[in-house]
């Protein structure tokens, strides 16, 4: 196998942004009188703002809310959000996965972000990440949230390469479907390993050094 490029999911990969997720969908919950936990929120891995609200507003009992007033909900939980997230700082990213994306680099690997976040540059700013990457494919740039692998299939793009070329590393089972979906190597990290999907599992994003 010839991997020529990596595609990092963001959250839960490379930084570990879940608890802010949990945070702020906890307040807005607790404003509508939904019940949230733990275990609902893992169901919102790599899932996009709104369908992560749709799962949240499965045990609302109140009367049907209108796009417009999701809308208003969801940007009231991205205000919070983004207000963890400003207090990020480089910090944040371990010695491990900056020194892993170098070695990636050094041995002539390509690499690029396939996040469904539509903060992902935003974080990528506030850790001073922004530099390891040669492509960024985000939330901004989808019409189709994961496990469709339309943010992965434009990461290659972006990267001028063939999807069978590159491989995919996620923490999501819907991101590892993601990648399958579009035709390219996976690598599970985290809660997706448990899924089983991916062709490869990895205890530590160091491991990567061993499959490239
Ligand atoms: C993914 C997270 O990276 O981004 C999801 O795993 C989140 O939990 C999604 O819902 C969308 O994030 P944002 O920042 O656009 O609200
Ligand atoms: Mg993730």
């Known amino acids: 196998m010839n991997i020529k490029g990596i595609i990092f999911d963001l959250d ?18 607790d404003e509508l009188g939904v019940y949230f936990d733990e275990t609902i929120n893992n169901r919102l891995r790599g899932v996009s ?4 609200l749709d799962i949240i ?22 205000g919070l959000y983004r207000q963890l997230l400003a207090e990020m700082t480089p910090a944040d990213v371990s010695e491990e996965v900056r020194d892993t994306l170098k070695e990636l680099r ?9 996040s469904s976040s539509k903060n992902a540059r935003f974080i ?10 040669d492509a960024i494919s985000d ?16 990461a ?7 999807p069978e070329d590159c491989l995919v590393v996620e923490d999501a089972q819907a991101g590892i479907e993601a990648a399958i979906a579009g035709g390219m190597h996976s690598a599970a990290i985290g809660d ?18 061993q499959i490239v």
Request: glycine share 8%.
């Open 192 to 209: 997706a390993v448990h899924c089983g999907l991916a062709e490869y599992t990895l205890g530590s994003i160091v491991e990567l050094l």
């Open 12 to 29: 839960g990969v490379l930084v570990f942004t879940d608890k802010y997720h949990y945070r702020a969908w906890k307040a807005v919950a």
């Open 124 to 133: 990528l700013e506030r850790t001073d990440l922004t530099d390891a990457f």
């Open 106 to 114: 050094g041995r002539g690997c390509r690499i690029a972000l396939g």
């Open 139 to 154: 939330g901004n740039n989808i019409t189709h949230s994961k496990p469709d692998p339309e943010v992965f299939v434009k």
């Open 57 to 78: 507003l499965e045990r609302y009992e109140g009367r049907p809310l209108s796009a417009g007033e999701k809308a208003v909900i969801a940007e009231k939980k991205n």
């Open 49 to 52: 703002r709104m369908a992560s």
């Open 156 to 162: 290659a793009e972006f990267l001028q390469l063939a």
